[in-house]
């Protein structure tokens, strides 16, 4: 018989956008009831928030610290919770709940520094609880596809892996105005030392973490801060070397005009080549040597089961960003349920961590005029 | 504070298709609990998979006559009933839950012949409840876009609609086999007389009509059963003669090979020309005339209010099917809860109708070897 | 030894535009070199025309009657003309330079009406001479590899045929100003009875007849003039039906805004289909059923020798509009050397007369509300 | 009264991909007639390919010595000699046709090593005679129109520029085989230490400083030999780093598979962005901050003089590689007749020079570990 899980909520009041992106996702395929949260540090905020969303009044939460305390109290309190909150709160939340025993499921990056990161391994190496990371794009459909043809080795042994992600929101100094999210995401006391490196380049060196599997063995960064007075990079790339002797480049912007949330990447290979590109998710190019170029979609011919089985409707019903982000929900449930195994797919802490390291190293590289730098550990 | 409403559902047992969409359209906005069902004709799928939905026993009918009484005589009975059945039990089910005063959420097409229709009309009108029928596409913010755009006359007076709905997967007889969906809806005393010009033609004339609201004068149709042994048509053309003089073309198939579920529609006007392909939704194509052309995107610059209406995520995070379809429910709940007002987007009876007589002309049409017929009343 | 053939050229003078394409088209590939002309009927611009062509002033012409009698009688004279008039003259010109033993390259369409269309064929007959028509699109690579495809039997026996050529310039009532294209292209005296059936249909109608070769039965019409005080139609759209049983549709649009010179072709089999869009002619779609769906290039993997052989540079490399055209004269250039040949592809006078056909039919089938017409001989 | 310039040409004897590129380059436009040649250092191949297209055999020459010496000396001596050899091979043949008084148009790159390039800088200044090199993708009509754009301030300053030039015909070790192109391309002897940096990344890096004029301050550059036993590089990729502080990448690779010639620049300033891709060349695709995408055509709507001044045929008609190429050698043709200006666009030495410092520092800046390495001089 099926039975929802328990999820409270931590950040994601009013105003907010990717805690409704969180609800959407953790409600799209009926494995979560959201009941209980602490969805704002404003205290009136965070109780209109709750009504708003259903949440009963009596588990709607002041503050992380007694939601973690009281829902680890109750018979029936959350079975994870949500974490939702600018990153430099991450840790402390995740901390809480981790130590109460409660199951976490964070937004990305893990942190706002390595040392937190690196901190919060150790409070999860004591816990019962198991933690999650929402790199969401590695919920697509067609990035499953990637992976499992680069994996089965399809396009040969990899040589080259181009990424870019690339936005143009912050083209203008807009944080000066009363953009809520330029606010905090250009503001290094809570959005960490990166700034597009941190927001969406780790989403980046996830997905080629994800699709490839091979270990950095360095980069060389240049990090920009365009927009003048900015106080964090609007702009960094870099080359990549692995250690199996492919090489790549990594690109994050939101200096880019014409680009929304042009998340690209491409992988090749001694035989082929791949190239999926998130504004556009259902497809996926495939250039074999010898061979006309294919576009695989979603549910359509040559797309196998690794992809099959993250799909709700047929080929040519477009799924899209939340579906994505949903498969990672139902990752986590499922892994809640039955327990975390090897082969699952749900983002670990220790993936958050190499995301930390990544952004420590881009950091570190480009300080040394884009001097070769290693992600250490 | 929130309250779900409270939905049952009539088909969408194990195996369907349908009905899992409809299920999760409901859910994605959070706007409606599944509590009822009647989900299959036979008892045991029924009760399956209404624990397998988290459905209570209790209120998993073996019948929707005996669904529609109990869940009427509930004081805690549900607000609206979703009908997923194939498209001949559209008019009985839908006259009981009318009849017991529980609104009705119906797939398209209304009903599978033209005198159920205007004999579901009279029941509706005697029944304190709502209708509405789902036709999906309509929900796409890029289609609202576009019929903002030609309504508040951005391309001038329309002249030309051309607008197509292309699938693959009758290509051949596969209705000899095992496949469920291609079994019910290639035969008549199921589906209706009409095959693709029912199942998708219907489709691509409601967004025409959602689009322009233009009446219709009259078509000539030309319908053929390209595969051999077919009941229906498997390939629905005609030309299109509006009252204002605009000329149109509308072409239903589902033998054209390597399309999957390919709905697209232009529009032509003396200014300017729009289009729209629902396999890449996030897109709307606009040409004015002397200027040049322009990729609008949801959540872009240079698109309106009423796409940002129905609209979850930022630009660049596309959204899909599933979220299209959500918004039909979202404006039915909205229905529901405020009464039915004069704006409401969500499609009604009567448009059901008009679909039906559509059918109808285009079957007398073709029969009468593509003679210019009107749909009458 | 390389010997390039003598072309002379009537019409093509300063101003025209399809003058300088034949010139461009008849010297890529080194073939012909244009030694005479009778360039425009107003004596001063065909001498002004003609030095900067840099033609022998013995060799410009005051009018073709004239050239015509006096090329046939040289020692040197012209290998072959190219016609480049409005539609109108075709017929006369034509038949003064095949009269006079000289081979003739027309532009299309054939005629202005389909009586001198038939008288021409007489003439034919009885000359010594060749006739070519340079229906240019199917001189483009991809298209070669389309009707390949098609005449090989690659997608099966084929079902559908969708052809639109749409532009948008005739949008407005531009032939009132001072736009030479216009005035006689809206010309019924000029250009022959039909506007955008006449100028842009004949090609769409030719390429569905060069990729599949199926001989059409019957077409069903509707024809308009939307901008006001058109005598010619602007917009002319029809349902087809082949002799084997396939079914059609034709569009040819000059008012639809956002196209700028889009003809583009898709063919629907029993096992796959094809799609070929001239704005992007290096690439060819493929769909078969049951694979993913291929994009084949000008020189790519898949890619046969068909369109190899009409093809000048590797693949990535685009070709163009030119080149197509060059295609056709290189054609011609082996008929007139080696003599036709029946497997020669350039245009015969007949699929002129075809193209008369249609045209004609179309126009009839229009007067009479769309009747199914047949060609006719 | 129209001359064509007399042109000569060493190199391009049977078999070559290049040569007869140029020769058809040459004549499209009827400015140049190919009256001379030393078309191979074969005598045999030299006569025969003479022959082929139409050289008087008095003008066939065994040696591009002999040939510089008898053309000086005629009256009516070639007006210009195009050298389309192996890069080695381009000093002493433009050496001995400079010192001849001939003018020179040159493939690229300008040779195969920078002190080569130095030396023929010298030569050139105690010429007569003019240089040209034909970095041909600056003759597209829409790097036309992006170049102006930039450099009118259409995008504000320049931020960041990508470019990337990638193909896939030597993913596997085709030099071991037959195949004549990649036999010399990868022979460091023949083709210069470079070898997708000198035969592709030169074209790249020409489009960056054509398009925005900006002088690199410095580059970091990783090159591979992705191939095993392959002498020369087949992938290279470099961050770049410009004087006014904008930043770029440039990529150049022969192994990446599903790639023909994917030439593809994009151009970010702080007001709007650019892109063009050489495989679709009639497009230009700008995104300026808070309007919706563009897609400027060539020839289309918004699409300015700079373009249409290079321009054959209409909107919608495309045109390819060999016109942009055909364009340069207009240019050359008007600063031969005319003299050269100072707004002349044909490609200079210096230009050419600035490409082998690229190459050079590129190779330099690898073998150092990706160390910042600027052009020098």
């Known amino acids: 018989m099926h039975r929802r899980l328990k999820l409270g909520m931590v950040g994601g009041g009013q105003g907010a956008f990717i805690g409704a992106v969180h609800r959407i996702a953790a409600r799209i395929d009926d494995q979560f009831e959201l009941v209980a949260g602490a969805l704002s540090s404003n205290a009136e905020r965070a109780a209109a928030s709750a009504a708003e969303l259903g949440i009963d009044a009596s588990r709607s939460y002041a503050s992380y610290e007694e939601m973690a305390k009281a829902e680890a109290a109750r018979d029936d309190g959350i079975d994870a919770v949500s974490i939702v909150t600018p990153n430099h709160m991450h840790y402390p939340v995740a901390k809480a709940f981790l130590e109460a025993g409660i199951n976490v499921i964070c937004d990305k990056p893990l942190t706002s520094t390595l040392d937190d990161a690196l901190a919060l391994r150790e409070v999860a190496k004591s816990s019962s609880a198991e933690f999650f990371l929402t790199h969401n794009y590695s ?136 190239e999926w590109r998130q504004e556009n998710p259902n497809q996926l190019w495939v250039g074999i040597l010898g061979e006309p170029k294919q576009l695989l979609t979603r549910g359509g011919h040559g797309t196998g089961e690794v992809a099959a089985n993250v799909t709700r409707v047929p080929a040519g019903h477009p799924e899209g960003y939340l579906e994505g982000f949903a498969t990672i929900y139902n990752e986590a449930a499922d892994a809640i349920r039955n327990g975390r195994k090897s082969d699952s797919l749900s983002v670990t802490l220790d993936e958050g961590i190499l995301g930390m390291r990544f952004i420590d190293a881009a950091i570190r590289s480009s300080k040394a005029n884009a001097q070769w730098t290693s992600l250490g550990a």
């Open 139 to 274: 919920g697509y459909p067609m990035v499953r596809q990637a992976r499992d043809m680069v994996r089965s080795g399809k396009i040969g042994k990899v040589r080259k892996v181009q990424v870019e992600y690339i936005q143009d929101w912050l083209s203008a100094p807009i944080e000066a105005g009363a953009n809520k999210q330029a606010d905090w995401r250009t503001d290094p006391a809570r959005s960490g030392l990166g700034g597009a490196i941190g927001d969406i380049g780790t989403h980046a060196f996830q997905l080629t973490d994800f699709i490839c599997g091979e270990p950095l063995k360095e980069l060389a960064a240049d990090l920009t801060s365009f927009v003048e007075g900015r106080l964090v990079d609007d702009d960094a790339h870099m080359l990549l070397r692995y250690k199996n002797g492919a090489k790549g480049y990594l690109w994050a912007s939101q200096v880019a005009p014409g680009h929304e949330n042009d998340l690209r990447i491409r992988i090749y290979g001694e035989r082929g080549g791949l």
